[in-house]
């Protein structure tokens, strides 16, 4: 432990927590991160436990050793998913987020020394990594209980692993996590909480829950929101890939959105029936399936899955946005995985994985094979929809570590269906191009959308906020939505699109509309979109869509690119879901429109609120077909 003393440069506080802990563990490989995970090295079952002031000793996590990895449960549905409402911020530099002396009345202070002095009573891991990647990235600690060693080793996979004997003397971390789990059940009526500190010179997360998602994930997203918005730039919500066409063209899409909006499902090869067949989509009245065949799909190189670092080292002059990834490990959603054969690429990583893996609501026996398609079952009986895995990027086939230019950015958002009984805000077509301006909308309103699996309840549709990373950004929402919009301002020769994912219209058709868009924009690559073959949208906050569309010798129907087009749909649905729609922005849009917003976006903001036309918003940012 003095060696790890001398080479960290760490506040006095820290230094005794580390000091003062019955036990103190910096683990040098990851191999000895997931022993730790076990309890020993007799176990095959392990319950991560600790004893509550008033309730004994409460179960929070079981661990079982699997051939393939360590399989995390939870006893509680609610630990199984993140709790959107879960940021709390407690410093005064400045934030629209619920600040914790508000909500409790009191200052923080006395909880965080509350928190120091039981990390000194427990056996402690001590984990040194980068948020943000070793290239880029930000000097980082973890300080967490020995026993949920599984917490460090997801923020080693995801975050990158540091080992000790590498790192130089003056090692300053930037960011310190510090996970204190039974603090939900003493001071917060068992909630995931997870409270964000901020100085000049040091971000504090203090994490009172082991679901790593708000905190070894998120948090550290937080942590680079909030140095950006001190540098100047920000990090996107986003999976990227590149495409490589039949003929070897090549195409960069940057696919944003909400949590479910099909960021991962980006980086996935189409997927078929067991006889090779795609299913387009199945009407949700008839039950009608619409198929397509496409015999030679691109190739799909994965960039990034959820964090997409735009740091401005990496920025050049093509005049496109230049993204890298911003984590080491994917923290991949598995719901989509039902049966064998769904995701044959995922299915052998995971399966048989060179290394092992760590996984998360999975009903994943002692000394068995963790299978993907087998998902914890909730209380109710029903699958867990937030069944997860952490794959290092390292294993996954054909990834791209360079940064990218990015040639097309696409905004995804989960619908649920539409017809003129039950009309909704699913009108969106297959895809739609986006003037930038619009594009910008997207991104401030970013609607979070119809039964999303990752967080604990969607009430219908609301707005994951500015960025779609809102829930985890610590500062002001202007200020993100000023820096997303200088962001587009400067990215003249990258272009915009609109997918849905789960419904158009009256059929069901999950995430095959992104993979069709992908398979023809990729086609076209960086040929423009010919003006005679596009639309204005009958809702104008969908830009414009396709009059029609072939791809691979087969032309898609109207009815999916244009789903007022559809008999159960009609105009009377689609208007009154556009009308649905468009409220839903007036309502978001108004917090925006202040004197902090850049000129720009305000006269964006105002030509929406007059219901300005598509010329116009071409006019304020000029538009690449």
Known sequence: MKELIKKLNLPEEVLSIIQNSKKAIVAKSQEELLE??????????????????????????????????????????????????????ADELGTDKPQYKDIYKTEFEPLRQETFEWLKEQ?????PFMSGGKEYGYESLLIAPLNAAFFA????????????DEIPDGFTPKAIVYLAPPFRHTHFNGKQ??????????????????????????????????????????TVHASTVKVITPYDNELVILHEGASGGGKSEMTEDIHRELDGRI??????????????????????????????????????DSHKLV?????????????????YGSSPKYESIIVQPSEKLLFFNLDGLPNATCLPWEHTLDSDGTPCPNPRVIIPRKMIPGIVSKPVEVDVRSFGVRVPPCTKENPSYGIIGLFHIL??????????????????????????????????????????????????????????????VLIPNQHIGAY?????????????????????????????????????????????????????????????????????????????????????????????????????IRDGSLEEYCDIIPMRF
């Open 36 to 89: 730790l995970s076990y309890g020993s090295a007799e176990n095959d079952e392990f319950d991560v436990s600790y004893e509550v002031k008033g309730k004994g000793t409460v179960l929070e996590a079981t661990v079982n050793r699997c051939k393939n990895g360590a399989v995390v449960n939870y006893p509680e549905d609610y630990m199984r998913r993140r709790d959107p409402d879960c940021l709390i911020v």
């Open 123 to 127: 056996e402690i891991i001590i984990l």
């Open 153 to 164: 080793y997801a923020v080693a996979d995801i975050q990158g692993f540091v080992n000790i």
């Open 193 to 234: 909480v997870v409270i964000h500190k901020r100085s000049k010179e040091l971000h504090e997360v203090f994490s009172y829950n082991l679901y790593p998602g708000p905190s070894a994930k998120k948090g550290i997203y937080g942590v680079l929101l909030n140095i950006g918005e001190k540098e100047g730039w920000t």
């Open 279 to 316: 299913i387009l989509g199945t009407n949700t009245v008839t039950g009608e399936k619409n198929y397509i065949e496409i015999v030679d799909t691109c190739e799909v190189q994965p960039v990034t899955d959820d964090m997409a670092l735009c740091h401005p080292k990496m920025q050049n």
């Open 323 to 339: 993204v890298q990834d911003a984590e080491q490990g994917w923290f991949l959603r598995l719901d989509n995985i039902k049966k």
């Open 435 to 496: 003037p930038p301006a619009l594009a910008w909308l997207w991104r401030l309103v970013a609607p979070r959308g119809y039964n999303n699996p990752s967080v604990t309840a969607t009430k219908g549709m609301t707005s994951e906020g500015v960025g779609s990373y809102w829930p985890f950004a610590t500062g002001k929402k202007v200020t993100q939505a000023n820096l997303l919009l200088d962001q587009i301002r400067k990215s003249t020769h990258t272009r915009y």
């Open 508 to 608: 069901e058709v999950g995430f095959m509309p992104e993979w069709i868009a992908r398979e023809y924009i990729a086609r076209r690559g960086s040929a423009k979109f010919k003006q005679e073959l596009l639309t204005e949208a009958r809702c104008k906050l969908l830009g414009y869509c396709q009059t029609s569309l072939k791809l691979d010798g087969h032309y898609i129907r109207k009815a999916f690119l244009q789903p007022e087009m559809q008999s159960e749909v009609g105009l009377e649905g689609y208007d009154k879901g556009a009308k649905i729609l468009t409220d839903f922005f007036k309502e978001e849009l108004v917090q925006y429109n202040t004197e902090e917003l850049d000129p720009l976006g305000r006269q964006i903001i105002e030509c929406f």
